[in-house]
């Protein structure tokens, strides 16, 4: 995997970038795009977030989705567990090449 160079919007967790902030109780929509050519399981730790698709009350809660070759995937979330927060690949070898950042949730005060 040393070819290949793996991030998440652009940085590498090995490059120690700032973490993603969300505000405690805000509702956020994130969009994943796969420039890649591999797919890539995104995992959210601490939250559950519903697939934007399909009618609004019917939507999949997951806590990972697969992102295909190519793809883009978005997943809205109400960021309700405060602290910090793996955002990860959950495939190994691509976490551990740096597709990996921190999601923190904090307070309006704090944040
Ligand atoms: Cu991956």
Partial sequence: MERYMWSMDGEAMSENPAPIPFRLGERVRVNLINDTMMPHPIHL?????????GAPGNRARKHTVNVLPGGKVSFDLTADAEGDWAFHCHMLLHMHAGMMRVVTVRKEEEA
């Fill in 45 to 53: 730790h601490g939250h559950f977030f519903e697939l934007v698709c």
